[in-house]
C-alpha cells in the first residue's frame, strides 16, 4: 500500500465545492492543493535550503496525517539547479533556466521524497505544462493521473515542465498552474505559501501597509497596490498570486495566502495571512484560463457591429465582423478581440490560422461557402470559446 502512515488515501469528509468552505472550514477540508514558492525554500543568497523544504513538508504530512488528501505544487527547481552549475545568481535567460530547472527538479524531488519518506509517505513527480490543464485531451489525462495518485495515498508533486515549455506559452510563476492544477483536481481549497505572511495593501516594507485579512470579492482589492517587485528568487510577485486567486475564487475554491512560516496556523484555520473567500461556482477552466492566464498569439480587430453582437447579444465572431487581423496563430490558439479604438473587448480561441484569416475578411458566411467551400463557412471565434473582457451595456 503505498499509504504509510496510517493516512488514508481515500477522500474522507470532502467539502465538496457546493458547500463553500469558510476559513474556519479549512480543518475539514478533504482535499487542499498547496503551493510552495521558490521564495520559502531559499537561502538568502538563492539556493535550494533543505531545512525550509523539510519545515514545509512536516506541516503538510501532519495534514495528511489527519485525513486531507494533500497535491504540492511546488517551485524551486532553478534554485536548486543554481549551485550544482556553478552559477553566481538565478539566470535570466530562458535555455540557462530551462537547464538548471532540468538539473534542479531531479534534486528538488530528492529531497522531498527524503522528507516526505521520515513520515512514511510516498511521492510522485509531475511535470505540466499550461496546456496540460486546459486541452481536452491532456486536461482528461493529467485528471485521471492525480486522482489515482491520491487515491494511491501518494503525494503529488507538481512543477511546470520548465525543459518544454516556450516563452510564449509557459507561466513562468507556478502561482496561475497551481490555481488551474486545484480546478483539475476538485480541491476543497487553495493555499498559496510565499515569504509574505499575507497581502498588504502595499509594498509590505512601505511604513503603513497594513494586512489585508480577508478578502470577500475583487471590490476588497482594489485599492491594494501589488506593483512592487517580488523577492530576487520567485517569479510574478503578488500579481501572478492575485491571478490565481482569481481563478480559484471565480470556481469556487478558496485561497489562504500566508508565509511557509505560518502554514500550520493557516491550514488550522487561524486568523494568519489574507482569506480569499470563493465568489462563483465551478466554470469551465477553459474559459477561466483564457481569462486569467493565456498569452495571446495575435488581435481580431472588429467593427461597431460585431463589438455590439458581442458584447450585447453574447453571439460568435463571424467573420463578416472582423475589418483586420495582427499577430502569427495557429487554429486552437487565443486571441484578442479589440474595438476600432484597439481597447480589448474579448478574447477568444480562434478556429483558423492567421494566414487563413485575410481571405475571410469582411465576408458573409454564404459568400465564404459559395467561394471557398463548406468548411469554410464557420465562425471565426465560436461563442463558446469567448470571455468578455468589457462588458456589454
Ligand atoms: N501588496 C503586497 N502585499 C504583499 N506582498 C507584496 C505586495 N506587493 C508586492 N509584494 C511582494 O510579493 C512577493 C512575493 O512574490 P514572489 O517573490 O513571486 O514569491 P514566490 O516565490 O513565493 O512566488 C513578496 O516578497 C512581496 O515583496
Ligand atoms: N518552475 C520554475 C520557476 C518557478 C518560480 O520561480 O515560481 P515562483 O517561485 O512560484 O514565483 C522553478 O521550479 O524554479
Known sequence: MASGSGAPGGHHGRVTSAALLGRDQLPTAGRLVVKVGSSSLTTPDGHLDPERLRAVVDVLAARRAAGTQVVLVSSGAIAAGIGPLGLAARPRDLAT???????????????????????????????????????????RNAHRALTRLLDLGVVPIINENDAVATDEIRFGDNDRLAALVSHLVHADALALLTDVDALYTGAPSRPGSRRVAEVRGPADVAGVDVSARGSAVGTGGMVTKLDSVAIATQSGIPVVLTSAALAGRALAGDDVGTWFAATGRRSSIRLLWLAHAARTHGRL?????????????????????????????????????????????????????????????????????????????????????????????
Open 301 to 393: 480587430v472588429l467593427d461597431d457591429g460585431a463589438v455590439r453582437a458581442v458584447l450585447e447579444r453574447g453571439t460568435s465572431l463571424l467573420p463578416a465582423g472582423v475589418t483586420a487581423v495582427e499577430g502569427t496563430f495557429e487554429a486552437g490558439d487565443p486571441v484578442e478581440l479589440v474595438d476600432g479604438a484597439g481597447a480589448v473587448v474579448a478574447r477568444g480561441l480562434v478556429a483558423y490560422a492567421s494566414d487563413e484569416v485575410p481571405q475571410l475578411l469582411g465576408r458573409s458566411t454564404g459568400e465564404l461557402r459559395a467561394a471557398l467551400g463548406a468548411g469554410y463557412d464557420r465562425e471565426l471565434v465560436h461563442r463558446d470559446d469567448l470571455v468578455l473582457v468589457r462588458r456589454g451595456r
Open 97 to 139: 533556466q530551462q537547464a538548471a530547472a532540468s538539473v534542479g527538479q531531479g534534486l528538488l524531488v530528492a529531497h522531498y521524497t527524503r522528507a516526505f519518506g521520515a513520515h512514511g509517505l510516498r511521492v510522485a513527480q509531475v511535470l505540466l505544462t499550461a496546456e496540460d490543464t486546459w486541452r481536452r485531451g491532456q486536461y
